[in-house]
């Protein structure tokens, strides 16, 4: 186990009713407040009028953003930042799923900074200040509520790219089970994938001596797993989607990386993907995951067979331990198929065209993941895996 340090600083607000606990929440931070959030789903569930009323509740001069995109534009981010700067915004509120989040976050850091919000994304500029933030999650699958990371896309360059610091933490996040009741099936599913790869990238590691790590990583998947198909067969199960909320939370708030090293090629070889064809996260994490397992494991072969043993009771009897691994492997791919996942790019009519260009960008600053270090050909295989 590696040497780390642990910080969090976003207050979790969990539980049935705690929107009725906003108004208080946002006090400390002042009155003017940037409302953000997605297509207009909050305002048919009655979300938004619960929310206005909160905030109408502390005199708050509330100004909208809405229509966040499934992945963000930068030219969306860039529209709430004017709207902050010339509104003198003290506060950003955003009320939806991880994308309104990211978009959040950006719009968040970008507001003090001079230049363009994109240096964050390509290593231009580093956050050095940020306007306070407060989220209300209403789809379980990004962790965005709890961690300093956002996700944006330039549409215009077709490129999807990360940003994070300390400072975009949430000041605080209310999740309310109830609110994800809603979801369609095809989001569920997305999300469900989402947070069962986030663990994936924390979990398949070089780094050794983690017992308890690998034992928090192995709950989470087991616990998202059971839940999932449930959550699935009846939306409106609390217990299920509770459970779930908080997976996807604990997937990635930075318990699961303590002194242990990371991956996240796939995400990397996702995002290009999607920064193309506009596909949900999930459903490209579904296809792609699998396929990086295949062509990762005898790398660590061990990991993977404890992943095959724990997380789906692979039988290791009379079986080898490359039989074991892939039986692991299979069991994931039949498990994302099951709740409705697509398995090729084929099936989202993406094809071989632009594989040069997405292995190309993936790689852009160079080899990535930690677990087996991909360069340009290595990602250009596991994208014709996928198709």
Known sequence: MN??????????????????????????????????????????TGLYDEVKAQLD????????????????RLSTVNKGIEICRRERVDFILAVGGGSVLDASKAIAAGVPYEGDVW?????????????????????????????GNAVISNWELKQKRGMGSKLIYPKFSILDPELTFTVPKDQTTNGIVDMMSHVFEQYFSRTTDTPLQERFAESILQTVIENGEIALADGSNYEARANLMLCGTYALNGTLPLGVVTDWATHGIEHEVSAIYDIAHGAGLAIIFPNWMKYVYKERVDRFVQYAVRVWNVDPAGKSDDEIALAGIEATRAYFTRIGAPATLGQLGIGGEELDRMAAEAVLFGPIGSFKKLEKDDVKAILEMSL
């Not at 780390?4 to 002042?30: D, I, M, S």
């Open 57 to 72: 509740g502390i005199g708050a001069a509330v100004f909208e953003l809405s229509g966040i995109e499934p992945n963000p």
């Open 3 to 44: 040497s780390f340090q642990l910080y969090n600083p976003t207050r979790l607000v969990f539980g049935k009713g705690t929107v009725a606990q906003l108004g208080e929440l946002v006090k400390p931070y002042g009155k003017r407040i940037l409302l953000v959030y997605g297509g207009g789903s909050i305002k048919r």
């Open 119 to 147: 240096d964050f994304c390509v290593r231009k500029a580093v956050i050095r200040e940020a306007l306070p933030l407060g989220t209300i999650l209403t789809l379980a699958a990004t962790g965005s509520e709890m961690n």
